[in-house]
């Protein structure tokens, strides 16, 4: 492993936000790694794509609140009869935003299912012949086969394949493509958040839940399809409350771009967020994304000011001595990621700073972290107990803990 990281890891989607490897290493803890030998190479996400009730109010809001940019769409204004779709992007951070507009459409079977939520998280790879033929043969299930979109701007090829649940994945090669995502959408100059910096510039990594027993299937899955290698395993004290419990892996593809944790519920006194998950969402799906920012501080401030809501942090957490002890130094003052209920955890590479919403939609399913880098590879670790207590307390005011 060299410590040179250059620009032809990065996204086409990072490219055009003109980012750079060293800012992907501060950011996400993007790693250089020899790509020749693997069987499945991933370059990086493609896009979130999200299934919502009201795709124009889901859109605006992330415009309005999160600073995300519209920059394509495609609906019945461009001969999309079934459905509209809104393009979002932040920095290298790629959105889809869909909604079901035909009585028939299967988006909106889906919504009933999930409510809002993911549906697929794609990935872009250098060749999806390669990938597909791979999956085959170790047993992935293909849903669509590989095949090319084309229009005025060049060729896309593509595929997708199942992941747990409703969940999926589809494969995308941008190298013969310069439009603004994909065929059949269209160029769109937002010129409502035109002036604003980006709240958050990456996607760091997406939590998938899965239900008792199927973490390590799971993980089977993403190490035999996908050549992807394990990061973390937490289990026990570690992560657990005094009511509830769960277990958690976390595979990577091997630049650590595309990074999975995955968890399933643990038996405990009382019901675990995952299981409260796996019951409003009807079964496995994505928990959480984590979005990274270069100033968590602005952009807590940013969000809140805008009305999105945190989980709220007690007192207790900033004085506790073992965690001054354990933190050491970090950029910001503890008085001002206490005025904020910004966590902050240490491991042997750096440290971290992080904050998680509520829930973003009606049901207690999907949320988002922000997370700040400074060298460390972890996911925060020491705040788990910390957090799933706020969780519970959540829990606990909705009647389901």
């Not at 859109?59 to 940019?69: C, D, E, I, S, V």
């Not at 998950?277 to 959480?288: N, R, S, T």
Request: glycine share 8%; with cysteine.
């Amino acid at each position: 492993m060299t410590d040179v990281l250059t620009d032809a890891v990065l996204t086409n989607e990072e490219k055009l936000a003109h980012l750079d490897a060293e800012q992907l290493r501060q950011l996400i803890g993007l790693v250089e790694y020899d790509a020749s030998h693997d069987p499945f190479p991933v370059i990086g996400w493609d896009a979130v794509v999200w299934v919502v009730g009201n795709a124009t109010q889901t859109a605006l809001h992330y415009r309005t609140a999160y600073g995300m940019r519209l920059v394509a769409y495609a609906g019945p204004e461009t001969g999309q009869r079934d459905h509209k779709a809104y393009v979002l992007t932040s920095g290298g951070c790629r959105f889809v935003i869909m909604g079901g507009v035909a009585p028939d459409s299967p988006l909106l079977d889906h919504h009933r299912r999930h409510g809002d939520g993911v549906s697929d998280i794609s990935l872009e790879v250098p060749d999806v012949d390669v990938c597909v033929a791979h999956a085959v043969k170790v047993g992935a299930r293909v849903l669509v086969e590989p095949h090319d979109l084309s229009d005025e701007h060049g060729t896309i090829r593509t595929a997708t394949m199942a992941a747990y649940g409703d969940t999926v994945h589809t494969l995308v090669d941008r190298s013969r493509y310069t439009g603004p995502y994909l065929p059949g959408y269209v160029a769109q100059d937002d010129t409502l958040v035109a002036d604003r910096p980006p709240v958050f510039w990456a996607l760091d990594h997406v939590v998938g839940n899965v239900e008792l027993g199927r973490m390590d299937e799971w993980v089977d899955f993403y190490h035999r399809v996908m050549g992807f290698t394990n990061m973390a395993e937490f289990i026990g004290d570690d992560i657990a409350t005094d009511y509830s419990a769960l277990m958690s892996k976390v595979v990577a593809s091997g630049n650590h771009r595309v990074k999975f944790p995955l968890n399933e519920p643990a038996i405990a006194k009382k019901k675990s967020q995952i299981d409260e998950f796996l019951e409003f969402y009807v079964g496995p799906g994505a928990q959480h994304l984590a979005l990274a920012t270069d100033d968590i501080v602005a952009a807590v401030d940013t969000l809140r000011a805008a009305g999105v809501e945190f989980l709220a942090t007690p007192d207790s957490y900033y004085t506790d001595p073992e965690l001054r002890r354990r933190i050491g130094e970090v950029r910001v003052p503890i008085e001002t990621l206490q005025e904020r209920g910004i966590l902050v955890d240490r491991d042997e590479d750096g440290y971290l700073l992080q904050i998680f919403t509520r829930p973003i939609g009606d049901r207690p399913t999907v949320f988002f972290e922000l997370i700040e880098r400074h060298g460390s590879l972890g996911f925060g670790k020491g705040n788990f107990k910390a957090l799933f207590q706020a969780i519970e307390r959540e829990q606990e005011r909705r009647g389901n803990l």
